[in-house]
C-alpha cells in the first residue's frame, strides 16, 4: 500500500514535521500544507487518501468544516489534537469520509515512536482504522482505543492537572523570589527534576499549555478534587500528630499497591541519567 497518499495540514509544524518523517519512512507519498506553502488544504485534501489535521483545537474544527465535504467515504479524514470529544463531533458532522481521532502523547522531539502512547479514537469506517493502527504498532507503539468523553477526562489529569501543578510551582518560586539559577546549587535529585520540568514547559509555546488547561471542560471538576486532597494533605500531615499523618499515608500507599516498587525503578532510572 506504499502508493498510498498521506497529506498534512500543518505539515510545516513540529508534530506535522514529525509524523512526515514518520509516514514517509515506509515510502508513502507526504503531502504538506501550511500557511506559507503553495499547496493550499483544499487541494491537498482532493489530492490525498489520508488526510491529517495537525493544528491547534479550534483551527481544526473550522478545517473539518472547511475540507470535510470534498472527501468521500474511500478517504480518511483524522487529527491529532490533545482533546478529542468536539474535534471527533466536527468531523463526523462535517464529511462522509472515514474518521479517527488520535492523540500522540509525546512531543516533537522525541527520537522514536517505539514504546510511545498513542491515543486512538474511533469515528467511522474500520478499513482505515485498521490501516493506521497497525502502521503505529508495527513500529511498536503503544496503542489505545479509547471513547473521546473519556480520554478527555483522563487528559484532565494527565495534561490539565499536571501542567497546572508545573505553572503554580513556577508562581511560587517568583513569588518567593527564589530565581531557578540559585535554586539548583542546592536542590536535591528529585527537585532538580521537578525545577528542569519547569523550565521545559515555558521554553515552549505558552498557548498550546493554556489550551491543554483552559480548554478541556472537565480540568474545573479535576482541580475541585485535588484541591479537596490539598486540604486533606494539610490536616494530616501538619497537624502535628505523626500517627494520624502516617496512617494518611499508608491509606494513599494501599491504593497504589505494586505501583509503588515500579515508580521507585523507573525514577532511579532517570535521576541517575541526571
Not at 474511500?74 to 463531533?89: A, G, P, R, V, Y
Not at 474518521?99 to 478499513?127: E, M, W, Y
Not at 501542567?163 to 513569588?175: I, N, S
Not at 528529585?190 to 515555558?202: A, D, K, M, S, T
Amino acid at each position: 500500500m506504499s502508493d498510498i497518499t498521506i497529506g498534512i495540514i500543518g505539515g510545516t509544524g513540529n508534530m506535522g514535521r514529525w509524523f512526515k518523517d514518520f509516514f514517509s519512512g515506509p515510502g508513502y507519498k507526504v503531502l504538506i500544507s501550511g500557511r506559507k506553502t503553495p499547496l493550499t488544504p483544499t487541494d491537498m485534501a482532493k489530492k490525498s487518501d489520508v488526510v491529517i489535521l495537525s493544528v491547534p483545537l479550534d483551527v481544526a474544527i473550522r478545517l473539518s468544516e472547511e475540507i470535510g465535504p470534498i472527501l468521500n467515504h474511500d478517504q480518511l479524514l483524522m487529527d491529532l489534537c490533545s482533546l478529542k470529544e468536539t474535534i471527533l463531533k466536527s468531523m463526523l458532522r462535517f464529511t462522509q469520509a472515514q474518521v479517527v481521532g488520535t492523540h500522540p502523547l509525546f512531543g516533537p522531539f522525541t527520537d522514536s515512536i517505539k514504546g510511545q502512547n498513542i491515543i486512538v479514537c474511533h469515528g467511522r469506517g474500520t478499513a482505515w482504522l485498521k490501516w493506521l493502527e497497525d502502521e503505529l504498532q508495527g513500529k511498536e507503539a503503544v496503542v489505545t482505543r479509547m471513547d473521546p468523553v473519556i480520554h478527555d477526562r483522563n487528559m484532565a489529569v494527565v495534561q490539565g492537572l499536571t501542567h497546572l501543578l508545573t505553572v503554580c510551582m513556577a508562581r511560587t518560586l517568583q513569588k518567593m523570589n527564589m530565581p531557578p539559577d540559585e535554586v539548583i546549587s542546592y536542590s536535591t535529585p528529585v527537585f532538580r527534576l521537578n525545577i528542569n520540568l519547569i523550565g521545559r514547559l515555558f521554553s515552549q509555546d505558552p498557548g498550546l499549555y493554556a489550551n491543554l488547561i483552559g480548554a478541556n471542560r472537565h480540568v474545573e471538576d479535576v482541580l475541585a478534587t485535588f484541591m479537596s486532597a490539598v486540604d486533606e494533605a494539610k490536616e494530616s500531615l501538619l497537624s502535628g500528630q505523626e500517627a494520624g499523618a502516617v496512617a494518611y499515608l499508608d491509606d494513599i500507599r494501599s491504593f497504589l499497591g505494586g505501583f509503588c516498587q515500579d515508580g521507585l525503578k523507573e525514577s532511579n532510572k532517570i535521576l541517575n541519567a541526571l
